[in-house]
């Protein structure tokens, strides 16, 4: 196993995580209105790409066994990289975040779209153990 990866996730876990993420989203943006769709958003799928990449890079940090100071510390550091790696700058994804935020029914459908993936990746990591 290396450094950082889970041996596997819990379903409940992961959902509840993820949807904890979403109502403190919709509850922090509650207040926005959406003027027209903003030039230059992220797609469905490369939003699904992003959030799918800064969420495993997040369970990776939270298991390092530091302070919650020190992983949100670390987790920052480690955003810039996430975002070169699937090609995105962070005001794009803050942009399309929030345009997507004000969109509940598209951004339900990129939410389940990444719970997808994400169990997608867990059973690729559990055949693969399998293997072994």
């Known amino acids: ?5 889970l041996k596997s996730v819990n379903r409940g876990t992961l959902i509840a995580g993820v949807l ?3 109502l403190a989203s919709l509850f922090t943006f509650a207040g926005c ?3 027209g769709k903003p030039q230059g958003l992220l797609g469905k799928g490369e939003m699904v790409r992003a959030m799918t990449e800064l969420y495993l890079a997040e369970q990776k940090v939270a298991t390092v066994g530091v302070s919650r100071d020190s992983t949100a510390q670390m987790f920052r550091a480690m ?11 962070d005001s794009v994804f803050r942009l399309s975040f929030d345009y997507y935020l004000e969109n509940p029914i598209v951004m339900e459908e990129i939410y389940t779209a990444l719970i997808d993936s994400l169990n997608l990746r867990e059973q690729k990591m559990i055949s ?5």
């Open 20 to 22: 904890n993420v979403l």
């Open 128 to 132: 693969n153990e399998l293997k072994k």
């Open 1 to 5: 196993m290396k450094y950082g990866m």
């Open 79 to 89: 955003s810039p990289a996430i975002f070169d790696q699937v090609g995105v700058s």
């Open 33 to 35: 209105s959406s003027n």
